[in-house]
């Protein structure tokens, strides 16, 4: 269990004491409200605060629409419809804070959105905790040989081992020296924001991430894709847990238009026209890359 | 009275009904939520939503700075910490939602505030209401002969007759004529898209306007300024009253280091250390332009 | 014509004037620098500066995916690779610095793209010019009567020329008045922040837009769009003209994925596969409502 | 030397190839476009690409405040009153792209700036050079007893080199191992995407930065600033050297009003009036807590 005996008691005081408030209130999210989700071997995504629910994000919409909205007959498909036509400002009306606790590469790549609100601990205030993130052996994967951002298959036997213990021994050893660097007992001990760049990536750090719900969903489309790294992909995969009891019917609009939906090229509607017309399309008469055929032919075969 | 019964019918109804929640509650914002507060003469403020209060940007602080924060002996000398030396992050994980009515000039102005989330009621789907914005009379002021950009006097007599005068006859005659170019009895009717092109900018809009309190923040210093437009500024101040019942601490930290607070330059800094010396300092000995020292004497005087 | 003597001087000086760069230069942007290309009656858009070229991106590109990029024979294949991979970052490497002319009403739109910086001409600081948008005859449409947001047929006889004139007896007769209000002759003069409230929507105001490529297609994707009002879409149009000369291998990707391209749902996959199958597909047992099935047979027919 | 023979031969062409252009040109920035600038060890900064200079930010103003400008007597005393009154948007219209390489434990800090264009060198496509932050003796600081996130006073003797030798060493072992991992010789080799969390944060890494002028300073206020960590800081320093050259009118305001400036609280004024009025003021008659009082009195004696 990743979370301390004082996080665990704290969780418990926050639950125990609901109280009276005249805003929106999702039942579905109040029952993930501080509970930790276990991510990885030491990682976490809970929910600290969110801001509205499926009727704001109609609420906001009506406001911009008006009478305009009054013939989509239910929230449900006024839902469906802004998600259709990227009509994204009623989605930025609910927000979401998590506290999240995932190793330093991750955070690497989830950084990169930057329409975020953040806080991440900070190793020049304060001592990183012995934690690392040493993959399952399922994880252990070898380099694609067709993708050259991707995992081929899994590793076995001494090169797995080897592998693993490289890991592990590394990164505790690191962790030793940074101690022994760190250090006041008989030395003066190295400043903290200097020790630290001993660690290796994939010491755990942890952080407050607050976004809206657009933004949330455009991190998600990207980082709960099959083509994401395993690791910050299951972090996507738990947030949408949460998010799918949250907001049920703008997830439920999310998985279709945009985690299950294909974008086509002009020249992708131009085949698929023709092969609706009985047309026997190769990639030569298709006019695309070979990139392109076998992802357009993947999207539909 | 601005609201319509329907929306006065609509808030009653959200008032009467509290719901239980696990998430933290700011009881002094509470009181706040849905209530209309009126500004100008057909505007309002309320408040839609919020997120997070005093404690939730000590808690983000805390995240961030770990064991670091320890010595700070309690939450409100933290938040001054914070605010004074511009550690902007914790403020951002607290999160407000107003519904504004607001003149289309003042809307202007605020849209430049970007990091924000915005629906504004939209005009090419839906008919605006006959609601303008006229002056009060001693609103009615001259351009001012010092400022390029500011008032001066009050206009008097027959010059502010005229002007209230004008503003409302072209008013209400632009809002007959926009009625009469939509108007589809006995004719096709112009599309709204292009209608509300007839209408001028003291038209009332509204919309609803989501951001967290590190920018809204920012938008106050601007907004709530004496150097503000009064028109803008009434709104700012409509919700510093709001954000004072919701984040005390934040808000009375704002108020020291940004509103009441004063940025001195590097020659600044130089003459006051020559008078508190005991010098004689004059505009010609500062290194000054007239402009800087004419502000520099207005603060300290 | 829409420029004054003074800005066609300004112009031809500039451009009289070429220096030497070590910059990375685009011949085919150079050519449109400063020159005003006019849009609707009184507005225009001309490049002021612009940052970067097809190779700009592709260098960018590299720098990212290092050796994994090599195996992309050219540039071309490689940026319309990121395009269809939503490999956003490298056309932010670019960036364009626009000067429009353009309806407050048009302005209010285009603002709501917020990822951009801008300066717009203050009409607290200066005195608005007496130029209004007034449509041509083949614009002024009716209402639609299938789209909430959209026109109809074009308005005939004596309904367009009512229509007209409203248009420009108000909007002179709002000029004129603000002129008297704002006259300090033989009275005090109203201050000009107040005075401009007057002015319709139809107003010219003029900005300097500056954005990087990636969101300058976001833009163009919504305004260039057949559904977008005709009155922006005139401005992305010629925006597009602009941009296929400085970036055609990024400007012949976006044409063909963003522009001419459809975004397909997994129930639209799920119908496309089934009648790729041979399997006759209605509405009905398509799982779609009448909305999303209407658009997915128009793009299909 | 940190650049490679290829990289330096790339410079050398680019900077033997000038080009004509209508663009605005800075003289001072020309000298350093592609030239890197070592920082620390390893790293460089160097200009990719410029955007406008101080005339640009003088014309996006003239836009905004049109004739209300024409009292400013010259460029230089308009930018420094847009500096002043925290007009932030004409200094937007500069941009300025780098390339950078540098530790990650330094990038970790750079990314959290959000207003910025980001390419960076990905570990998932390539594999990452033996590169890492040695610090120099001199830099081998203790923890600070004052400032939680500050330096004390040098490391000396046996400390030092201990510190030293487990730097290099567990940099050497982890890169050791890193190449191990990914080695296809003789086994499958781990994929690119995990091995990398072997490293620690003091490996160099590399990206191109876009980032707009006003977003710049902010940037540099915060990272050129005597709290900053060196690391980061020297970086700050030789982007400002560039700036100045680029930009000097606002370089040189930016250096009076933003990093030679003080923020005075409310508080912090009172006092200062007091004291100005010849009143011996006190901690305990400030009103102020001791640090406060300590950072004021810091600022003025």
């Given at each position: 269990?990743?979370?301390?005996?004082?996080?665990?008691?704290?969780?418990?005081?926050?639950?125990?004491?609901?109280?009276?408030?005249?805003?929106?209130?999702?039942?579905?999210?109040?029952?993930?409200?501080?509970?930790?989700?276990?991510?990885?071997?030491?990682?976490?995504?809970?929910?600290?605060?969110?801001?509205?629910?499926?009727?704001?994000?109609?609420?906001?919409?009506?406001?911009?629409?008006?009478?305009?909205?009054?013939?989509?007959?239910?929230?449900?498909?006024?839902?469906?419809?802004?998600?259709?036509?990227?009509?994204?400002?009623?989605?930025?009306?609910?927000?979401?804070?998590?506290?999240?606790?995932?190793?330093?590469?991750?955070?690497?790549?989830?950084?990169?959105?930057?329409?975020?609100?953040?806080?991440?601990?900070?190793?020049?205030?304060?001592?990183?905790?012995?934690?690392?993130?040493?993959?399952?052996?399922?994880?252990?994967?070898?380099?694609s040989t067709v993708n050259n951002q991707g995992?081929?298959?899994?590793?076995?036997?001494?090169?797995?081992?080897?592998?693993?213990?490289?890991?592990?021994?590394?990164?505790?050893?690191?962790?030793?020296?940074?101690?022994?660097?760190?250090?006041?007992?008989?030395?003066?001990?190295?400043?903290?924001?200097?020790?630290?760049?001993?660690?290796?990536?994939?010491?755990?750090?942890?952080?407050?991430?607050?976004?809206?719900?657009?933004?949330?969903?455009?991190?998600?489309?990207?980082?709960?894709d099959s083509h994401?790294?395993?690791?910050?992909?299951?972090?996507?995969?738990?947030?949408?847990?949460?998010?799918?009891?949250?907001?049920?019917?703008?997830?439920?609009?999310?998985?279709?238009y945009r985690m299950g939906g294909v974008n086509l090229s002009a020249k992708g509607v131009e085949v698929l026209k023709r092969k609706l017309a009985g047309e026997d399309v190769t990639q030569e008469s298709s006019g695309m890359s070979k990139g392109e055929w076998r992802e357009l032919m993947a999207a539909f075969e």
């Amino acid at each position: 269990m990743t979370l301390t005996p004082e996080q665990l008691e704290d969780i418990q005081a926050s639950r125990a004491n609901p109280q009276a408030t005249l805003r929106a209130v999702a039942p579905g999210m109040e029952k993930h409200l501080y509970e930790a989700r276990e991510v990885l071997d030491h990682g976490f995504v809970r929910v600290i605060d969110y801001m509205g629910d499926d009727s704001a994000i109609v609420q906001a919409a009506r406001v911009s629409y008006g009478a305009g909205t009054k013939h989509v007959s239910n929230d449900e498909g006024l839902i469906r419809y802004l998600m259709r036509h990227w009509h994204s400002t009623p989605f930025e009306m609910c927000e979401l804070k998590l506290h999240v606790k995932l190793p330093v590469f991750v955070a690497r790549q989830w950084i990169r959105h930057r329409t975020a609100n953040v806080n991440e601990y900070s190793a020049r205030y304060s001592i990183l905790d012995r934690e690392f993130y040493i993959p399952q052996p399922e994880q252990l994967a070898a380099q694609s040989t067709v993708n050259n951002q991707g995992r081929g298959e899994t590793l076995q036997g001494a090169e797995a081992e080897r592998v693993l213990r490289l890991l592990k021994d590394d990164a505790g050893r690191a962790y030793d020296h940074y101690e022994e660097m760190l250090s006041q007992d008989g030395q003066q001990g190295l400043a903290r924001e200097l020790a630290r760049m001993n660690l290796p990536a994939n010491v755990y750090t942890q952080w407050y991430w607050k976004v809206d719900l657009h933004n949330l969903f455009h991190f998600l489309r990207l980082r709960a894709d099959s083509h994401a790294q395993y690791e910050i992909r299951v972090y996507a995969d738990a947030i949408c847990e949460m998010v799918k009891d949250w907001v049920p019917a703008a997830y439920s609009a999310f998985e279709d238009y945009r985690m299950g939906g294909v974008n086509l090229s002009a020249k992708g509607v131009e085949v698929l026209k023709r092969k609706l017309a009985g047309e026997d399309v190769t990639q030569e008469s298709s006019g695309m890359s070979k990139g392109e055929w076998r992802e357009l032919m993947a999207a539909f075969e």
